[in-house]
């Protein structure tokens, strides 16, 4: 039987929205996921924001600037992904805005971790409930990397991601997932940016939680970052991360309850050692020497002190490392007793901290 006009566009209608239904939204999804190619400078790992995110619509933002590239990812029910990538290249140059996401510094939960597996890089998070965590990696790129625009070598990048997916960070097998879109993104940038690194795996299999404030332990005691830091009157705890290579590394020193906060020991590599000297050399309103002029010295008037290592092919900057006593506005000046403990504290800090990263001995005061 002849199928008249009408039942062919009728059937020709059902073949349409069969093909909505079906190929079509392959297509939209192909669609979206070429949205997702071109964010963030072309960097952007898109196979690992869809693992971790999921295959629905994904609205995308995007922004680049000098020496940044960033994009946000939103997928339904608030899961998203916020990604920074930064060429380091420049960090610390007189005048030059700072572009590096803030790291390892305390978080709503203590002391961010390394993230290991072959990462130079920190994992920090905030409340338990929150489902918030984020990842910052730091590549160091070889002489032979690609050119930047000033005709100099890409020395480094750094990556950063704030993922959100609502779950809890206590359980080990969700961590993972926080990790993922950072170092799928920091393979595709050193690839973008020609730049020469050894990368860490691919796939992060298990992660720490950061340190919290009620966990800290004696100071003979630890094993990590404040290994071997000897102890005074006054001076008996600390809280500490792992030492597994991030770029910047943390020692809180206190007394034999930790009720009162006494030092803060830091070590930083690459551009944030850059970053650091930057900040002395913008802020300095006389003319002693600060970290940067000088590979060692005195802070100020207190029991603060600085060294300094070389770190061959850390983005041909020095190591930085420093201690700050902690105290109130009107605590009294230092004794000797104390400045020479900082020194000793400093100098057993930084000899540890060179030695794990690769670096010379270091410079101390």
């Known amino acids: 039987m002849a199928l008249t006009r009408k039942r062919t566009v009728g059937?020709?209608?059902?073949?349409?929205?069969?093909?909505?239904?079906?190929?079509?939204?392959?297509?939209?999804y192909g669609q979206n996921d070429r949205e997702l190619a071109r964010a963030c400078g072309g960097m952007l790992a898109v196979a690992d924001v869809r693992a971790v995110l999921g295959d629905g619509r994904l609205d995308v933002e995007t922004d680049s600037g000098t020496d940044r590239d960033s994009c946000e990812v939103t997928a339904e029910g608030g899961r998203s992904a916020r990604v920074e990538i930064v060429d380091a290249t420049r960090t610390g140059e007189p005048g030059r805005r700072d572009p590096l996401p803030d790291l390892g510094g305390p978080s709503a939960r203590g002391l961010a971790v390394p993230v290991g597996s072959g990462w130079s890089g920190l994992f920090?998070?905030?409340?338990?409930?929150?489902?918030?965590?984020?990842?910052?990696?730091?590549?160091?790129?070889?002489?032979?990397?690609?050119?930047?625009?000033?005709?100099?070598?890409?020395?480094?990048?750094?990556?950063?991601?704030?993922?959100?997916?609502?779950?809890?960070?206590?359980?080990?097998?969700?961590?993972?997932?926080?990790?993922?879109?950072?170092?799928?993104?920091?393979?595709?940038?050193?690839?973008?940016?020609?730049?020469q690194t050894r990368l860490g795996a691919p796939r992060i299999r298990?992660?720490?939680?950061?340190?919290?404030?009620?966990?800290?332990?004696?100071?003979?005691?630890?094993?990590?970052?404040?290994?071997?830091?000897?102890?005074?009157?006054?001076?008996?705890?600390?809280?500490?991360?792992?030492?597994?290579?991030?770029?910047?590394?943390?020692?809180?020193?206190?007394?034999?309850?930790?009720?009162?906060?006494?030092?803060?020991?830091?070590?930083?590599?690459?551009?944030?050692?850059?970053?650091?000297?930057?900040?002395?050399?913008?802020?300095?309103?006389?003319?002693?020497?600060?970290?940067?002029?000088a590979p060692k010295g005195r802070l100020n008037d207190d029991a603060d002190y600085w060294a300094s290592a070389a770190c061959p092919g850390d983005g041909r900057e020095r190591a930085l490392f420093l201690i700050q006593r902690t105290h109130p506005r009107d605590a009294p000046?230092?004794?000797?007793?104390?400045?020479?403990?900082?020194?000793?504290?400093?100098?057993?800090?930084?000899?540890?901290?060179?030695?794990?990263?690769?670096?010379a001995a270091p410079t101390t005061p």
Do not use: M, N
Not at 11 to 28: K, N, P, T
Not at 175 to 185: D, L, Q, S
Not at 333 to 359: D, S
């Open 11 to 28: 059937i020709a209608a059902v073949a349409a929205a069969a093909l909505l239904a079906g190929g079509g939204v392959f297509w939209l």
């Open 124 to 195: 920090a998070a905030g409340d338990d409930e929150d489902g918030k965590a984020t990842v910052t990696l730091s590549l160091t790129c070889a002489r032979s990397s690609a050119k930047t625009a000033t005709g100099k070598p890409v020395t480094g990048l750094v990556v950063s991601v704030r993922t959100e997916l609502g779950t809890t960070l206590d359980d080990p097998a969700d961590r993972p997932a926080y990790t993922r879109i950072a170092t799928g993104t920091a393979a595709k940038a050193a690839d973008a940016y020609g730049c």
């Open 206 to 293: 298990t992660v720490g939680l950061p340190v919290t404030w009620e966990e800290y332990e004696p100071l003979t005691g630890t094993t990590g970052t404040c290994a071997g830091v000897p102890t005074a009157p006054g001076v008996t705890t600390a809280r500490e991360t792992a030492r597994a290579g991030a770029p910047v590394e943390r020692c809180l020193l206190g007394d034999d309850d930790y009720a009162d906060e006494r030092y803060t020991l830091q070590a930083l590599f690459g551009p944030y050692a850059a970053r650091e000297r930057a900040y002395y050399a913008e802020r300095r309103y006389d003319s002693a020497p600060t970290p940067a002029d």
């Open 333 to 359: 000046r230092p004794t000797e007793a104390e400045q020479a403990y900082a020194r000793q504290a400093l100098r057993a800090f930084a000899e540890r901290a060179a030695t794990a990263h690769g670096c």
